[in-house]
């Protein structure tokens, strides 16, 4: 072919024209050159026609998409249910330095004129959330479906409102009224200008941190441990329009987010009726609550219920909130879970305040008076109560580095017993702290099973003072708990039973106590237990955290009330006995008393009290308390010759407990053997089951000298009377002592069975328990029968009666063992005086011979059995036919006392104290085979 090839080109005239050109060359072929001529108001129009067109197909394509899944409710759902709904479209664009963004978001407006099925109306203008100024909030994802049901009349879903924060993002300022179209998504109408907000950061090598939590920028953090709330604030927040929140529930500063979080449960009774059933009002409370709280609501959806009550559920940055109501019934539960580290109890006061309210006054309700007139009578105003409980969900050891629960006080008693319970008709808090040592918590609680939260009230009501309830408070009052670092200290109902009982076993038991020391005892109530007794010279006070006394004057002033004891203060630390040292116990105890034991004798303590932390605590303090051995022959050397230690050492263990050796109590059990290495000579440990605790509490007494067990033994009488001189008189007449007497100290003398089988798990201790423990089941028990009562002539030609064996009888058998426990045992106080009145029997009469008491002391003496077990000496008189037994000796005795029990008196040992008794009351058995017609000689 000749010529070259056609080429065509395009040119932005309009109209379109097909010419020849002028320069067409033709050949052969046929072929020439053409020009084609567009206008660009052509191209132009073409193009936005296709854009539009695209689009279009695009977003009804997308709707009907979503429609079919259920995102977004057709129209074919809400036809004859809800009223013809408006959907506005927002399209919100944000711009980063690597790529841009398009985000949707989709609203739905309802008309205000419609009703639903139950005539409620349904076209609630609801608040959406809004973006908290400061705070950084990642854009999310969204999905839901909705289901048709005829028990709900509305369905309202609002998403998060980030107008303001984008329109601070691009410098502009909008201000809106809030009515319709004034937000781009929601319509919630409140202007969120000057929030700061900035987007996260895909590229920034902190945005995927940043973004996975939302946490307010340049915000202060205010512990939990620093909220001081008074009951007034707590429980009159909303009178006060008081907002009590620390937000440190909502700190996430250190970017570890674990798989666990805070759960609160809320429920309030007597709301007004009308609130509950406003699913306006409970949507625009929710949004405050989160707002105050400082958390970000997402998006919350809405359901007004057939034929009354609205049920709602928010989706927080956080996690969720939700809540349901009864409006007939008054009542609200309302639950809110977060992602943090911290409590959510500082919010329960905006909880009260924005859900509790209180129920309208219907002034036109009338009555009769007492002469029949009709009156009107305004209906009493009952305010709103809440029941709450606080829980740890989730997991955290495995996943947090170094956690441990027993670090965290929500892991410990104050979450398990209190802020995890919704049983108590009053729960407070009264204070939250942190001292330089330790957290400290006061709850004040009324438990529902306990005590009648009506009688109570009944009381605080009664200006007259007349009724029952007026006049005796404290029968009706909530109780006030302690907690240190999480664990319980000490509780009001439990007050006395506990520090009487650390304290006054131990004064009671030594003769003179002059001088005592406490480690511990911050509050003030072991204290106070101490300047009751008219001996006490001077107290010393140890205690490491000077904050914790203090705050105990303030919040449980009953604790230190020394006000009623004739002689003392209103505050026990102000009396002038008392010395109080804020220092660490451990080293004053060890710099003064040193492990040689060279000190002054004049600065020993006749009783040491150590009422400090609980042997199971893991920190650093509770392990050099209990397992130190220079600190803990620091107090053998701190005491005087007849010195008492007495020590709380923590619940009583269970019997299903391994041996406290190898178990969480093993601090307790390097203690007590602690005790015995250093030189004591007798330890006890009893349990006091009213302490207010979850769990029996115990205490070990040690006694330096071994003559001090007598003192413990003595009998129910004998603590009485030395109760009543021994301690000081109170200025009301009223019982010096709430819980300790005689009688009491009596169960403090045998433990419980639970430290006997604990002590008896050890294998080293096996072989006293089965040789101790009641008696053996191959015990052999020769009847009264299988022995006879001879006359016979002694040596000396005098005629006496002896005892004979009928048959024979094996070695280690009793005789008569039934009759032989029911003896007589003179206890060492006793048989002191039994001694001493013999020495003077006859004398005053004139007469040389013995008296009777002389001839009975005599006859105990030979023909009885008695020992010096109990720190002095006592003695048994058997009342059975063994009491015609004569006397032998060293050489000729075959029925005594079996040798091998003396290596039962150990210095600590359960067993032998619990079963004493049968102990000295069984004591003698044959030594030897017995043949039959042989005497029996003791």
């Not at 000749?2 to 040119?11: E, H, I, N, Y």
């Not at 409370?285 to 609205?310: D, F, Q, R, W």
């Not at 022995?787 to 002694?794: D, L, P």
Request: one cysteine or more; aromatic letters at 10%; proline letters at 4%.
């Amino acid at each position: 072919m000749g010529g070259k090839s056609p080429t065509k080109a395009c040119t932005t005239n309009t109209p379109t024209s097909v010419q020849p050109s002028p320069s067409v060359e033709t050949g052969g072929s046929g072929i020439g050159r053409f020009t084609f001529r567009l206008s660009g108001k052509f191209v132009l129009a073409t193009f936005l026609i296709s854009t539009l067109v695209t689009f279009s197909v695009g977003w009804v394509a997308r709707l009907v998409l979503l429609s079919k899944l259920g995102i977004f409710p057709s129209s074919n759902y809400f036809h004859g249910y809800y009223h013809e709904e408006s959907t506005e479209l927002a399209v919100i664009s944000t711009k980063s330095k690597k790529k841009k963004s398009v985000h949707w978001q989709l609203a739905i407006e309802a008309d205000d004129g419609s009703k639903g099925m139950s005539g409620k109306g349904v076209s609630q203008q609801l608040p959406a959330p809004k973006v908290i100024a400061g705070k950084e909030v990642p854009y999310t994802t969204y999905t839901s479906k909705t289901f048709h049901t005829s028990a709900v009349t509305t369905a309202n879903t609002l998403h998060i409102d980030r107008t303001a924060t984008l329109m601070e993002m691009f410098g502009k300022s909008r201000k809106g009224d809030g009515g319709k179209g004034d937000d781009i998504v929601g319509n919630g109408g409140d202007n969120m200008e000057g929030n700061g907000y900035a987007p996260c950061s895909a590229s920034s090598s902190e945005g995927s941190k940043m973004c996975s939590r939302g946490k307010v920028l340049d915000q202060k953090k205010n512990e939990i441990g620093s909220v001081n709330l008074s009951v007034m604030e707590f429980d009159n927040a909303e009178e006060n329009n008081t907002i009590i929140n620390d937000y440190s529930h909502n700190s996430d500063e250190d970017g570890l987010h674990l798989p666990a979080g805070q759960h609160l449960l809320v429920d309030i009774k007597d709301v007004d009726s009308n609130f509950l059933d406003s699913e306006e009002r409970l949507a625009t409370a929710m949004i405050e609550l989160i707002n105050e709280s400082k958390l970000t609501l997402l998006s919350y959806h809405c359901h007004s219920l057939v034929p009354i009550g609205v049920s709602c559920v928010g989706v927080l940055l956080e996690s969720h909130i939700s809540f349901h109501t009864w409006p007939l019934e008054g009542v609200i539960t309302l639950d809110l879970f977060t992602c943090g580290g911290n409590p959510l109890i500082p919010v329960l006061p905006s909880i009260k305040r924005l859900f509790g309210v209180a129920r309208e006054v219907i002034d036109d309700v009338y009555m009769r008076d007492e002469i029949g007139e009709r009156v009107q009578a305004k209906e009493e105003l009952i305010k709103p109560s809440m029941l709450w409980a606080h829980k740890l969900r989730g997991f955290r050891e495995g996943f947090a580095p170094s956690y441990s629960r027993d670090n965290n006080p929500l892991d410990l008693d104050l979450g398990r017993y209190v802020l995890g319970k919704l049983d108590f008709d009053i729960k407070r808090p009264l204070i939250s702290t942190e001292t330089d040592f330790q957290r400290v918590d006061v709850y004040e609680l009324l438990y529902s099973n306990l005590r009648n939260v009506d009688s109570y009230y009944k009381g605080l009501d009664d200006e007259t003072g007349t009724s029952y309830e007026a006049r005796h408070p404290e029968l009706f009052a909530p109780d006030r708990v302690l907690f240190l670092d999480g664990v319980i200290q000490s509780s009001l109902y439990g007050d006395a039973a506990y520090h009487e009982s650390i304290v006054h076993p131990a004064m009671m038991t030594h003769s003179n106590p002059k001088k005592v020391a406490i480690i511990g005892g911050g509050e003030g109530a072991t204290l106070r237990e101490v300047l009751k007794h008219r001996s006490v010279e001077k107290a010393v006070m140890i205690e490491i955290d000077e904050e914790i006394v203090t705050l105990s004057r303030d919040i449980l002033p009953e604790w230190s009330d020394c006000s009623d004891i004739v002689g003392s203060t209103a505050w026990c630390l102000e009396d002038e006995r008392v010395e109080a040292r804020y220092e660490d116990a451990i080293q004053y105890f060890k710099s003064r008393f040193t492990i040689d034991g060279t000190v002054d004798g004049d600065e020993r303590f006749d009783v040491i009290i150590m009422d400090a932390l609980d042997p199971n605590m893991e920190n650093e303090f509770a392990l050099d308390l209990y397992k130190s051995d220079d600190y803990i022959r620091s107090l053998y050397n701190g005491l005087t010759e007849s010195g008492v230690l007495a020590v709380q050492i923590g619940e009583t263990p269970g019997s299903e407990y391994p041996p406290d050796e190898i178990g969480q109590f093993a601090n307790r059990a390097h203690m007590i053997q602690g005790l015995e290495v250093v030189g004591f000579q007798s330890i006890h440990v009893y349990e006091e089951s009213h302490s207010g605790f979850q769990w029996p509490w115990s205490t070990v007494v040690a006694f330096k000298d071994f003559s001090s067990r007598a003192s413990w033994y003595r009998s129910s009488a004998e603590f009485d009377l030395d109760v009543c001189r021994r301690l000081l008189p109170t200025k009301s007449g009223s019982p010096a002592l709430r819980n300790y007497d005689g009688a009491q100290h009596h169960v403090y003398q045998s433990p419980s069975k639970v430290f006997e089988s604990n002590f008896c798990l050890s294998q080293e201790n096996h072989n006293k328990c089965t040789d101790s423990i009641g008696f053996p089941p191959n015990v052999v028990d020769m009847p009264a029968p299988s022995v006879e009562v001879k006359k016979i002539i002694s040596a000396e030609g005098s005629k006496e009666v002896g005892l004979f064996a009928r048959n024979d009888l094996p070695k280690n058998s009793f005789i008569s063992l039934n009759h032989q426990v029911a003896g007589f045992i003179a206890l060492p106080s006793t048989w002191s005086v039994l001694k001493t009145v013999a020495a003077m029997d006859g004398l005053s009469s004139g007469k040389r011979s013995p008296g009777t008491i002389s001839k009975f002391v005599n006859y105990m003496e030979g023909r009885g059995f008695c020992s010096s077990f109990l720190g002095k000496s006592y003695c048994c008189a058997y009342s059975a036919i063994t009491i015609f037994m004569r006397s032998g000796n060293e050489f000729t005795s075959n029925y005594n006392f079996d040798q091998s029990n003396e290596d039962k008196t150990s210095i600590y040992c359960p067993v032998i104290a619990r079963h004493i008794k049968q102990f000295m009351a069984s004591g003698k058995m044959t030594t030897r085979h017995i043949k039959a017609g042989e005497e029996l000689l003791a």
